[in-house]
């Protein structure tokens, strides 16, 4: 059939609609270019467009971030800010967040992602609402305020990361549903906390448990320590690789049933065939770049993948530039060297947790009880690979 001469784009137009509508190697070839929220909309335009918008998401199992630092030029946190920006450029569905701020510049600030013509809403009295609108319904977030943040800034994985123990400072890292892996979030309190609810959160009775990131808040409340332990204890009995710090404040998930100033535990418990962890510990003794280096290159007998692998950095708030005579970013610096393609992650906190161990087929480097868990004026630096 020829084409129009007074319309000579009309056949090639109807040839590109033709394969848009009919040829779904093309039309989901074209939509691994769409960020995920455009290809969530795309979806709803035909049929063929839905399954192959839904092929597409399941092959998005890449981790992904943003991170921010200050100082904010707005009455926002500066992460808040960046994420109602970047979240819209990500090619993934998160399924889970781990978001984490500095303390000081964050505690008593909302934030509202959405706009209107007029002006920019700064103020929300629903910091979580607010996140709960900003990714997927039913996504599990798990939001934590600190006194120091370690991030890699979002775009690439070889990036150098940052210590900031001053300063606007903050990520959030998105994990979709992936093939083999796991990730369940739990929140307990001194009335939420149970056997059943231990079971039910996978930390334990648990035969595919790896890893638990977990962080413990208002430490300095009296039965605090008493509720670690309990918390601790069956972990320690486990052959998961436990990790993660004493911080400020949890502001999501929101405390259901117990008060302002009540301690308790928020964390990630990560399970699956395809999950493999590593962690050492860099004691009191290590003070200096190279012995900070020397301790970090241990890790890289656990033989981890470099692809979907996350670096996680739980200092006390004692070490940092302080620590190191005046030197600032020892310890990222000398990980970062070690593992120049894996991004870091972290935290600066009132106590770390945690232990020199390697996870991999069921071999352990060390045994681990509740007191040999919980440390000051270290830091655990630690590896997750999620297949």
Same mark, same amino acid.
């Given at each position: ?80 800010? &960046?994420?109602? $920006? +970047?979240?819209?450029? #990500? ?5 889970? =967040?781990?978001?984490?701020?500095? @303390? !000081? ?90 056997? &059943?609810?231990? $079971? +039910?959160?996978?930390? #334990? ?5 790896? =890893?638990?990131?977990?962080?413990? @808040? !208002? ?169």
């Amino acid at each position: 059939m020829e084409a129009n001469p007074d319309f000579p784009g009309s056949s090639r137009d109807s040839k590109a609609e033709y394969i848009l509508s009919n040829v779904a190697e093309v039309v989901e070839r074209i939509l691994t270019f769409v960020p995920t929220k455009s290809l969530l909309r795309i979806a709803s335009v035909c049929r063929l467009w839905r399954n192959c918008a839904r092929r597409v998401l399941r092959t998005q199992q890449k981790l992904t971030w943003v991170s921010a630092c200050g100082p904010s030029n707005t009455e926002v946190h500066a992460l808040c800010r &960046s994420l109602a $920006e +970047e979240v819209e450029k #990500v090619f993934l569905l998160p399924k889970t =967040v781990l978001a984490m701020v500095d @303390y !000081e510049a964050f505690n008593g600030r909302s934030y509202c992602y959405r706009q209107s013509k007029a002006k920019r809403s700064r103020h929300s009295p629903d910091t979580v609402e607010e996140l709960n609108l900003l990714f997927p319904k039913g996504c599990d977030i798990i939001g934590i305020s600190t006194p120091g943040i370690v991030l890699t800034p979002s775009g690439s994985y070889s990036s150098p990361p940052q210590e900031h123990q001053e300063g606007e400072a903050g990520y959030a890292i998105m994990f979709p549903s992936m093939d083999g892996v796991h990730i369940r979030s739990f929140h307990f309190c001194k009335k939420t906390i149970s056997q &059943s609810a231990l $079971e +039910e959160a996978g930390l #334990v009775d648990n035969p595919e448990l790896r =890893v638990v990131l977990l962080f413990v @808040y !208002e430490v300095r409340t009296s039965g605090a320590a008493r509720f670690l332990n309990q918390v601790l204890e069956p972990l320690a009995k486990s052959k998961a690789l436990i990790a993660g710090g004493l911080i400020e404040s949890v502001f999501s998930p929101p405390r259901q049933c117990c008060g302002q100033g009540a301690y308790g535990v928020v964390g990630l418990a990560l399970s699956g065939p395809r999950v493999q962890g590593a962690s050492v510990l860099l004691d009191q003794d290590v003070g200096s770049p190279k012995a900070a280096e020397a301790t970090i290159h241990r890790l890289k007998a656990a033989k981890l993948p470099e692809r979907n692998t996350l670096g996680f950095m739980f200092a006390c708030v004692g070490r940092g530039q302080s620590y190191y005579n005046n030197q600032s970013n020892v310890e990222a610096d000398a990980f970062h060297k070690v593992f120049p393609n894996t991004p870091l992650f972290g935290l600066f906190g009132n106590g770390e947790i945690g232990c020199d161990r390697i996870v991999k087929e069921d071999y352990t480097l060390c045994d681990a009880d509740t007191d040999s868990l919980q440390h000051e004026y270290t830091t655990v630096m630690t590896l997750v690979h999620l297949g």
